[in-house]
């Protein structure tokens, strides 16, 4: 089958700036070698000079860095290859990393906790509304595509968001996902995540992660992060009783019995 749709991109070309300093052996005036080593691959890479001379101790030497990608690309920080430096008989070698931007992305989120919101909670925020125990707490969650409209393979679809907080139920992590959804560019959606606060959650400050992931058309997964904190407090006269038990089952009049809760 035939197609005439691009497979690969390429990126915007790095500088690579290097200083003396970062080269062992090299010498001001004296060239020294680049190379591209390892080069995984899915990936194409080429460098713009074939070696660098230093004209002092203090002065970079840029170097451009073009790389060309498959469209099926995660967004995920991937290890192109092996930059490699040789100055007269010293080689030395540095990973040359790249990472994709996910233009999968958080809009907002807003958390309920028992009738009362924070609408806006970022990363690395508290929410500011403490959850009691047997609260529900829901977490609405409007992600966004960041695909412009003109980009026609851009659409995604069977978005799932997971909400987790860590060792929320006797120090097991408690976990609940979003149903499936689509997002054409530049669209937006929200979706609700609902928790009831276990009764065996303690006192304490506990870690949430959000993670949403997608795929666009051309298979190439989309995964936004966003982590915050909620806590949780136990009012001091809260005393539930879990279970009662009354022993015998069955008494008659003038007849004792225990009750156990």
């Known amino acids: 089958v035939r197609s005439d749709k691009a497979t690969t991109v390429v990126l915007t070309p790095t500088i690579l700036s290097v200083v003396l300093a970062d080269v062992p052996g090299a010498v001001i005036g004296q060239p020294v070698a680049l190379a591209l080593e390892g080069v995984a691959a899915k990936y194409t890479a080429s460098l ?3 070696s660098i001379t230093f004209a002092d101790t203090a002065t970079p030497v840029d170097v451009k860095l073009t790389i060309t990608v498959p469209k099926d690309q995660d967004s995920e920080k991937s290890k ?3 930059l490699k430096l040789t100055a007269s008989t010293t080689a030395t070698t540095l990973p040359v990393y790249m990472e994709t931007e996910s233009k999968l992305s958080f809009k907002g989120v807003e958390v309920e906790v028992a009738g009362e919101t924070d609408s806006d909670v970022g990363e690395g925020d508290q929410v500011s509304k403490k959850a009691l125990l047997l609260d529900e707490v829901t977490f609405s969650i409007e992600m966004e595509n960041l695909f412009p409209n003109e980009n ?9 968001i997971t909400a987790t907080i860590e060792g929320l139920d006797d120090g097991d992590d408690v976990e609940e996902s979003s149903d499936n959804f689509d997002l054409g560019t530049e669209d937006k959606e929200t979706q609700d995540i609902v928790f009831t606060i276990p009764k065996a959650a303690d006192d ?3 870690d949430v992660t959000l993670v949403a992931e997608g795929e666009d058309e051309n298979g190439a997964t989309h995964k936004a992060v966003r982590n915050f904190q909620l806590e949780v407090k136990k009012e001091k006269d809260d005393v539930r009783i879990n279970k009662a038990e009354v022993s015998p089952s069955t008494v008659a009049c003038d007849e004792t019995f225990t009750l156990s809760v």
């Open 80 to 82: 192109v290859g092996t």
């Open 48 to 50: 713009s000079a074939a």
């Open 152 to 160: 026609k393979e851009g659409d995604m679809e069977d978005i799932e």
């Open 204 to 206: 304490q400050i506990y």
